[in-house]
């Protein structure tokens, strides 16, 4: 019985951790950091968000809100590779599957509208279809940089790390981006943060590319680890299970 209830625990523990994401620390340095950008897009000069108190999760996958369309905006890349850094989304069933949002000419201020089709077919800006399709509505972020493709899911990473940080409006402060005229930063509104250097080598600031997208709401989907270790904790249930019936099975007989 011991056995089976500490079996129990660590089942418990394993579908806690399927259900959390990855956070990181963003580093702060003498050029303008993550903070720095988010405090200067706010009207007042103080943004509610603390870089590392407040990100956003989960943040791996996300659907478009409504039959709209998500808004996007870049805010600011800060990178030797501003040139070459290209952001899109995904197909969450396979990330060899992608659509390329920004390519390396955009810069502060670029925007694009994404969406969906009743077919799955990526639709960007008023109607444009891009002739590719994804599984689902469901989709992730990538940065594809020189040093490889970066994915908004840790576990599609080749190692394991996070590199983007992602944080939500709280439908009160009020902020510029761009051009655009200042407005309240929604509760569907959310500012994502890239790092495009491999960690640990890298300066981990995540203002390498900074963007802003609207109308889209996050899916909590497990990293492939966590679903792995979750599984192992129902096959050790299992196995316990197993045990106890064989234990029962041989007092039956012992009592004949």
């Known amino acids: 019985m011991k056995i089976f ?3 129990l625990t660590v089942t418990a523990g394993s579908l806690l951790l ?5 956070a990181v620390t963003v580093q702060t340095g003498s050029e303008t950091s993550l903070q720095q950008i988010l405090d200067d897009i706010a009207v007042d000069g103080d943004n509610f968000i603390d870089v590392n108190a407040n990100q956003y999760t989960p ?3 996300w659907k478009v809100q409504g ?4 808004f996007s905006q870049i805010i600011i890349e800060i990178t030797a ?5 290209a952001l899109g989304i995904f197909d969450a069933a396979d990330k060899t599957n992608r659509v390329e949002l920004y390519n ?3 810069s502060t201020g670029s925007q694009q509208v994404i969406g969906f089709d009743t077919s799955n077919q990526v639709v960007l800006g008023l109607g444009n279809a891009t002739g590719t399709f994804f599984a689902d509505s469901l989709f992730g972020f990538y940065l594809d940089t020189p040093n490889g493709i970066f ?5 599609l990473n080749d190692d394991g790390n996070q590199y983007m940080v992602a944080y939500q409006g709280n439908d009160d402060e009020v902020i510029q981006v761009g051009n655009s005229a200042a407005g309240v930063w929604g509760s569907n509104e959310y500012i994502f943060g890239w790092e495009d250097t491999f960690l640990p080598g890298s300066d981990q600031d995540f203002q390498d590319f900074v963007f802003i997208a609207e109308s889209i709401y996050s899916v909590n989907v497990p990293e ?4 792995a270790l979750a599984l192992f904790g129902l096959g050790l249930i299992g196995v316990g299970v197993a045990a106890r019936r064989s234990r029962r099975s041989d007092d039956t007989t012992l009592a004949i």
């Not at 399927?18 to 990855?22: L, N, T």
């Not at 994915?151 to 576990?155: L, V």
Request: proline letters at 6%; zero cysteines; charged letters at 5%.
């Open 104 to 106: 390396g000419s955009a």
């Open 18 to 22: 399927a259900g959390q994401a990855f």
């Open 151 to 155: 994915y908004s899911s840790p576990g």
């Open 67 to 70: 039959s709209g369309g998500s």
């Open 224 to 227: 492939p680890s966590e679903l």
């Open 81 to 85: 590779n501003s040139g070459s850094n």
């Open 59 to 61: 943040s791996s996958f």
């Open 5 to 7: 209830r500490h079996l």
